[in-house]
């Protein structure tokens, strides 16, 4: 049998260690890249806010596979003894596909996960509730977006140690780099305005102005030209040239908790794909004209969305639904929806993250993780039921065992007014109001709500104790320091 030439093993070598650091022809990678179609290797995964988990799927037969626990559930998470990661929500993913990074808001961590193991190989702390974290393109560094003060931790991506940090205005939501590696994007959850920092020397090289402050996710398109932003605030996507000077090139209205946005790329051109929690839809946009080509209803409160390394599919994390919805960009249909934990958050699909086996290691079934109630509220005289493509506010209970976390996608209000969300004694919102948590309504008319006790066990027919009496979640105006006629109620 004939030996392979040290040439050849020589080439084969590089090939190889090419490939370890190439990105898909998909965000956040180069259109000049390879699509690597689906696959047993690949691994979508959801970071989940409430059970503290993150979410294993394989997305060949949209499967399952178990959930990588980062922390505990409430009340346990309380104890100030507590070792674990709380409200996990951001994730990135390295060059090689062989790391996930996830950030822990309330614990102000970033876990390193190996993908072939499933195992934590370390935590880094950066500041206070850091929201993001993402690999240059090049894997030499790891950007953190640390949104409760004004910079960017920089880590270094073999060590994971933070090197330096990147001064900007305050409350950096998330980063994306421009698939050439050159230029890092910032947005901002607190200023209304854009950082377009340089890679190579961490300079702020650009700015672009938001329309309005809270932007929470931004992506990069493949081909270079451009950068897309979401506006939760507002309800609108911006879209600016991703090369000097950096010029805003459009601005769409798309409605009521507009959360994330990511590219996909086809034979049919090249798409935006808007996740709209309001509305609980998917809208798709061309880049080239921006004309809104496909709404897709998806289910309660779709949050993070990432392209399959071939761009044939979307995945979209449902963040009131516990569930994955894969979408098939070509006919912008929904092809699978996958149980998972409470509240996902940011989603990323990782081709080639399994080198050999099934990769189970190290996963939990998803257990109390996957028990919530959900519910809607309607106007108030609606008299009917509701479900989530009708209702104005949808309702999660997410089981935490003696308690439940509640978080309402609240819509349809008055533009920047004081609410509260309580429990009423009558179905029609009549009767004594206990308040669960006061808001202000944002200028789309809508807020995230959350509250933490034993709800469910008020709210639900035959679930409370001999002593309690059944109350019904309603929405109602503040004002004087009380509350006034509610204006949403429960759907019977």
Known sequence: MKRPSRITIALSAAMLAAAQFAWAGQAPGSQSDPDIPVSHHDRVYAAEQFSNTVSVIDPADNKLLGLIRLGDPSPGNFSPLYKGQLLVHGMGFSPDHHTIAVVSIGSNSVSFIDTQTNAVKHVTYVGRSPHEAFFTPDGKEVWVTVRGENYVAVLDGKTYEEKTRITVPAGPGMQIFSPDGKYGYICSSFNPEIEVVSVADHKIVGMVQQASPFCPDLAATPDGKQVWFTLKDTGKVQVFDARPPFALIRTLDTGPITNHVNIVHNDKGTFAYVSVGGLNVIKVFRTDNFSQVATIPVGNLPHGLWPSGDGSRIYVGLENADAMTAIDTR????????????????????????????????LQTLGLAGQSVHLALVPVGAGKTADAASAPTTVALFDQGLVQVLQAAVTGLQPKQPYVLGLADNPDGTGDLQVLANFMSNPAGSAIVNALGQIRQLITPGMGYAADKRRYLVVAPQGSGKPGAPVQVQSP
């Open 331 to 362: 006919s912008n249909t929904v092809i699978a929806t996958v149980p998972i934990g409470q509240a996902p958050q940011a989603v990323t699909y990782v081709p080639n993250a399994v080198s050999e086996g099934d990769a189970t290691q190290n």
